[in-house]
């Protein structure tokens, strides 16, 4: 690829188009900032509308005359291996370059995001291996039949991604969809692209994909993302991001009856119930409320703690959360890094004056850190509302920050109720002793995963996506596969002569 400088010294990155790297048609680019420090880390080449059409056609051309949505599973499954295996061998590279583009700490870019990437790529190339055909029940009406469905790729698929967990979602994207063998065209968040773009040099370098199977634009999601979504000859869109743009990209999909997948946004209850084990819930609540920051889709950023032990909990998570190290993201024994942005960091701010005028009270938190290294970079502090009440806004809506708002409960039901009363349900978790318990609490929630003592594992083998606002459609495990395939039934008719046939009775004459 071309791999130029700038004249600042950045590294420069094109587009993947066709099996090769371009520049924009005009020449245009856009900036990437490192947002521990407000630096740019990079310019890339911003997609025009023309690149856009180049890119569709080159996944139009290899899905409709290419030898992809025919090439045997086991042979699409040894190249996803391939690509896994390539990628693997770029492993702290990689937890580097997203922990400097997302500001994610370096701990878990290096011991989750590459590895889950990983591990996805290779799920879907196994469950790839058995997939295109289902047998169906015998049948002998009104003739003998051998009945089947055969599972088809669905042809050309825009996927478009957010900024957080950008290489987990890359993986978790382009898995299925070259599993099940459709063509791709790619847009990662203008805010961090960056491991997006690794994994399409190592795929380029790697050389296994006929050209034009995946491709990749670049650019703001407004311009780029909106043409690529509302396109007439993309098949498919699957979209992580937002809920706002997820109605959009439901509207813009519409006139030609795409398929659509959207993962959107939530607002993830973590229910404690009476006799859960305190020491596991402090924990728990540490890591559903605070992982990246709390930029996280299924991020539990509501805790529902029993009125009698609200006290106990609370005061224990401040303690913890004094202990914890905002800091570098590039440094392991960083705890709590930057957010993505300063647009995200206001946002971020303004609810926090919100739940303040709401007359939520903060617990700890609330503000920036103060210091040296912090001045460029746009953190925020964990922040801890208590006194918070099921009709503020703080309870209702997604902040996408390190926010969480603690509310009492005094009996379980009104505890489901709460979580229950949301326009989102991606996710939430369970925390007792008692699995019994936990699960008949599991079974009235609303959500797309309910975790029972635990938060944040994604599994994948497990299906994972939203009820209601937070989306529809699954991604991973096979229900995930499913999703980038039409199910065509085929009938055989076994009997080979003309009596007995619906014709024979309804339609033609004898
Ligand atoms: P966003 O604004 O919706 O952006 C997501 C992606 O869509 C980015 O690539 C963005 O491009 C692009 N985009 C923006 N406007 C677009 C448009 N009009 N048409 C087509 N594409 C467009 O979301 P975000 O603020 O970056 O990400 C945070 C949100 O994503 C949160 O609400 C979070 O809950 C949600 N999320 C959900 C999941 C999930 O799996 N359910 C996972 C992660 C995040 P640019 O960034 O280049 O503009
Ligand atoms: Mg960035």
């Not at 006139?255 to 402090?282: C, F, H, S, W, Y």
């Not at 003592?453 to 994972?464: D, S």
């Amino acid at each position: 690829m071309r791999h130029e400088h700038s004249p600042e010294g950045l590294p420069h990155y094109d587009q993947y188009i066709d099996g090769d790297w371009q520049p924009a048609s005009n020449g245009q680019t856009f900036t990437v900032f490192d947002p521990a420090n407000g630096q740019p880390l990079a310019i890339c080449a911003s997609a025009t509308h023309a690149d856009v059409d180049r890119a569709i056609a080159a996944a139009r051309a290899a899905f409709d005359q290419g030898p992809w949505p025919h090439t045997s599973p086991a042979r699409r499954a040894d190249i996803l291996h391939a690509i896994a295996d390539a990628l693997e061998a770029r492993n702290f590279e990689l937890a580097e370059i997203e922990s400097r583009d997302a500001g994610v700490p370096l701990r878990k870019t290096t011991y989750n995001d590459i590895t889950l990437g990983l591990e996805i790529l290779r799920g879907c190339a196994e469950m790839a291996r058995k997939h295109p055909y289902e047998p169906l029940p015998w049948t002998d009406l009104p003739t003998v039949s051998w009945n089947f469905v055969w599972r088809e790729p669905i042809g050309v698929c825009a996927q478009i991604i957010p900024w957080n967990y950008a290489f987990c979602m890359a993986a978790w994207k382009l898995g299925p969809a070259l599993a099940t063998g459709n063509t791709v065209v790619f847009k990662p968040s203008s805010l961090a692209p960056l491991s997006t773009i690794a994994i399409f040099q190592t795929i380029h370098e790697l050389n296994l994909l006929p050209k034009g199977v995946v491709n990749l634009v670049l650019g703001p999601g407004s311009e780029v993302g909106e043409y690529l979504a509302a396109h007439p000859a993309v098949d498919k869109v699957a979209f992580t991001g937002s809920t706002e743009v997820g109605r959009k990209i439901m509207a813009l999909a519409a006139p030609q009856i795409k398929r659509v997948t959207l993962e959107l946004g939530g607002k993830n209850a973590m229910i404690v119930l009476p006799d859960a084990d305190l020491d596991l819930v402090v924990d728990g609540v540490l890591w559903g409320a605070f992982y990246h920051s709390g930029q996280l889709c299924e991020a539990g950023s509501r805790l529902l703690l029993p009125r009698s032990l609200h006290d106990t909990v609370v005061e224990r998570l401040v303690e913890r959360v004094r202990g914890m190290k905002i800091g570098d993201p590039m440094d392991l024994e960083t705890d709590i890094g930057p957010l993505i942005s300063e647009r995200q960091r206001e946002k971020v701010e303004r609810y926090i004056a919100i739940g303040r005028e709401e007359g939520a009270t903060v617990a700890i938190g609330g503000g920036r850190p103060l210091g040296e290294v912090f001045v460029n970079g746009y953190y925020v502090e964990p922040t801890i509302f208590t006194g918070v009440q099921p009709e503020m806004r703080i309870a209702r809506e997604e902040i996408f920050g390190p926010v969480l708002a603690v509310l009492a409960y005094d009996e379980i039901g009104e505890a489901i109720r709460i979580a229950n009363d949301s326009i989102y349900g991606l996710a939430a978790s369970v925390w007792s002793r008692d699995l019994q318990q936990a699960l008949a609490v599991a079974q009235r929630i609303r959500a797309g995963t309910v975790w029972i003592n635990e938060h944040h594992v994604l599994n994948p083998r497990a299906p994972f996506g939203g009820y209601r606002q937070s989306g529809f459609g699954r991604e991973m495990g096979q229900y995930g596969l499913d999703e980038y395939t039409e199910v065509k039934h085929i009938h055989v008719d076994l009997m080979q002569r003309r009596q007995g046939r619906l014709w024979w009775d309804t339609l033609l004459p004898e």
